[in-house]
């Protein structure tokens, strides 16, 4: 690869500004100034350095957000801010998109990558990619529910859901059944526009709040803040391969 190439990729400048840099004797390669911006090197071994800061190569890149409520799972938005605008400089450089969608008021686990092929694994209908969600309902949840969610629900489409395992966590019990507040858990094996609350609604319940804890192989990290995420560790990664089919 060539280094103006390397550089630009990495957002250190366009080519023509390393051009400048590389003038300048800002940009060292394997110990020694760099002298022709259009040299050929190896990204993954050679040690390059500009203004005493050294550039790591990525050309794919995997992150853990931990979506807060009020922005959007998209690239770019007109009105408000979206989950790549939570991301730094230099990992915005690599383009990652969100795989899948949380809504505006979801919180929890959302992968973003530029890694398309793993992306289209996790969401392709035929693979049934399990996702889990904790949620705040409004009204009792109980032994009924979780029958009819085991059974499939239908939907105000009349779309029949794949079954789904419903978890009860807590009821807080008020004189009226529908005052009352629950807590539960809900895995789910499809990935419907607003699914979660729809299956609620479709047994006469209402999500008040919701937040994804996992996709697939994917836990959200408990010591990750709202609003903050990190690169996926080497173990996090192994698995979303197995997913993706990479040995």
């Known amino acids: 690869m060539r280094l103006d190439k390397l550089l630009a990729n990495m957002g250190v400048g366009s080519r023509s500004e390393v051009k400048k840099l590389v003038k300048q004797g800002r940009i060292t390669v394997d110990g020694a100034i760099a002298k022709d911006s259009g040299m050929t090197l ?6 390059v350095i500009c203004d005493g800061q050294r550039i790591h190569y990525r050309d794919v890149i995997y992150v853990m957000l931990n979506k807060p409520q009020g922005v959007v799972s998209a690239t770019e938005d007109v009105r408000d801010k979206t989950v790549v605008d939570l991301l730094a400089r230099d990992d915005r450089v690599l383009q990652p998109f969100p795989v899948g969608r949380l809504d505006k008021d979801t919180e929890g686990l959302l992968l973003l990558t530029n890694d398309g092929q793993l992306a289209h694994e996790l969401l392709s209908p ?18 009924t529910d979780i029958e009819r969610f085991a059974a499939g629900v239908t ?16 009821v807080a019990e008020a004189e009226e059944a529908e005052e009352a507040e629950s807590s539960i858990r809900l895995t789910i094996h499809e990935g419907k526009f607003h699914q979660v609350k729809r299956m609620f609604e479709a047994v006469g319940k209402k999500v008040t709040y919701l937040k994804r804890i996992s996709m697939g192989p994917l836990q959200l990290d ?26």
């Open 42 to 47: 190896d990204p993954h071994t050679a040690e």
């Open 126 to 143: 035929r693979k049934h990619v399990p996702k889990t969600y904790e949620a705040i309902v409004r009204g009792r949840v109980g032994e």
């Open 155 to 170: 939907l105000d489409d009349g779309y029949i859901t794949m079954p789904a395992e419903l978890t009860i966590l807590s």
């Open 222 to 247: 408990d010591a990750l803040p709202s609003g903050r995420y990190r690169h996926l560790t080497d173990e996090e990664l192994a698995l979303l391969m197995k997913v993706k089919g990479d040995k």
